[in-house]
């Protein structure tokens, strides 16, 4: 019982709160945060205050930034005519670390999901087709995942986009179904990126 130590309960709530944190990891990560030195938990309480108060979203494309815009929108060596459009800023970095883009990117956060009531407002779709009516894009590649919502918000944009002077396109397959960006060795990303084929809506 640890009713008489509400620190530490507090502590286990809290890390309980986490993704993928259950109540058994939770206790555990507790007593091992509370076996460490005090200036490791302080280096710990400092970073998890430091990523809220300093951590934003780009203004142009929604990636996590410190610095607005962000290193990518500021970057003058990437090609402005194509953008590709991800759901996550984690889907943002492993098409980096697949190598193969060197166009601008917009993050969506998040995809079409009627069910769970994210429309295109709960998006950053509406500042996408801002930013296609302002600037000089070409080729809108759409790289959400390949999951059903990550699909229907594909062909969703697809059809958007299809009143404006910009090709449309998706990542090629090899990709497995229900598979997530974040998790892909680079090599298959990059070969889909490279063999990306253009949507018909
Ligand atoms: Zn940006």
């Not at 130590?5 to 109540?23: C, D, F, K, Q, Y």
């Not at 302080?42 to 410190?66: G, I, N, P």
């Not at 998040?110 to 509406?126: E, H, K, T, V």
């Not at 059809?159 to 974040?182: K, Q, S, Y």
């Amino acid at each position: 019982m640890l009713d008489s130590v509400p620190s530490l309960t507090r502590l286990i709530a809290e890390l309980g709160r986490l993704p993928g944190v259950g109540r058994k990891t939770a206790t555990r990560l507790a007593f091992f945060i509370l076996q460490q030195p005090e200036g490791e938990t302080q280096a710990l309480a400092r970073a998890l205050a430091d990523v809220k108060q300093r951590v934003m979203f780009c203004s142009q494309c929604y990636h996590v930034t410190e610095t607005d815009p962000c290193l990518f929108c500021r970057a003058p060596d990437r090609d402005e005519a194509l953008l590709c459009v991800v759901e996550q800023p984690q889907d943002l970095l492993a098409i980096e670390r697949g190598g193969g883009f060197h166009g601008r990117y917009h993050v969506l956060h998040g995809a079409l999901s009627p069910l769970d009531g994210i429309g295109p407002d709960a998006l950053r779709i509406p500042q996408l087709i801002e930013r296609v009516k302002r600037t000089g894009i070409r080729e809108v590649l759409v790289a959400t995942n390949f999951t059903m919502e990550g699909e229907a918000t594909a062909l969703y944009l697809s059809r958007l986009l299809r009143d404006f002077p910009v090709r449309v396109t998706r990542l090629a397959h090899g990709i497995p179904m229900g598979g997530d960006l974040e998790y892909l060795d680079s090599q298959t990303l990059s070969g889909a990126l490279a063999r990306r084929y253009e949507i018909e809506s």
